[in-house]
């Protein structure tokens, strides 16, 4: 095994257990407080290490032609990492368990404003992230005309479904600022508040896709590199 694909396994593993951290997060109701902040910890350190893996992103960043695609990417890259370092910022200011030494780093209104909305963001935008490379990774897949009918079809109903449930749980007003604490549902099933949340983030991969799929009958894709 080379060292690339070291580096390439690596950054697999590193992917998916931050997915997995993510959606525990999401489900503090089912984590708790305690559990909720050391998952926290665990994400920002993963965070670092995708970034130290993924360093070539920055060597090019400002090298090459932006087109649509290019630019609608990277912003949401760039949003997305703002988000997520200002949400464990602002857990940090309230940590009573893990980091208690940064507690009332920034004014504990603000600090819970500010988290509940940006680790919404931050959910929402992984999403879209996911969603803006899958057809990259996944273009060596070529279903027959029925899988992909089928696939299509079901993949929609999901997303559908995510849609819902993000107008349902009343997350818009999460994120912009509308509320100051998440109305939580302690009585609801872990199992059931995980799938919920992994539908309304599959909504936000399903919408990413769809742009590439957007720029790619607009623009060409395939010539310009998506």
Not at 8 to 16: C, G, H, K, N, T
Not at 31 to 43: A, D, K
Not at 83 to 111: K, R
Not at 207 to 217: K, N, S, Y
């Amino acid at each position: 095994m080379t060292l690339k694909d070291l580096k390439d396994l690596a950054r697999e593993f590193v992917d998916i257990t931050m997915t997995v951290l993510l959606l525990c997060l999401m489900a503090y109701q089912v984590t708790g407080e305690s559990m909720h902040e050391w998952v926290g910890i665990g994400m920002t350190v993963l965070l670092i290490v995708h970034h130290i893996l993924n360093i070539r992103w920055y060597a090019v960043l400002f090298k090459g032609k932006y087109n649509a695609y290019r630019i609608v990417s990277t912003a949401a890259d760039m949003l997305l990492l703002l988000s997520i370092v200002l949400t464990a910022f602002s857990g940090m200011s309230m940590s009573h368990h893990a980091v208690p030494f940064l507690y009332g780093m920034t004014g504990m209104v603000f600090a819970r404003t500010a988290h509940l909305a940006l680790s919404y963001w931050s959910f929402l935008l992984t999403g879209l992230h996911l969603g803006l490379h899958l057809p990259a990774m996944t273009g060596k897949i070529r279903p027959n005309r029925v899988w992909k009918a089928v696939l299509t079809a079901l993949f929609t109903i999901l997303a559908g479904i995510g849609f819902w449930l993000f107008l349902r749980n009343g997350i818009p007003e999460y994120l912009f600022f509308q509320t100051h604490f998440a109305v939580l549902d302690y009585d609801k099933a872990g199992i059931l508040v995980f799938l919920e949340n992994l539908a309304v983030g599959f909504f936000f991969t399903f919408l990413g896709a769809g742009i590439v799929r957007l720029f790619r009958r607009i623009i060409g894709g395939k010539k310009q590199g998506l």
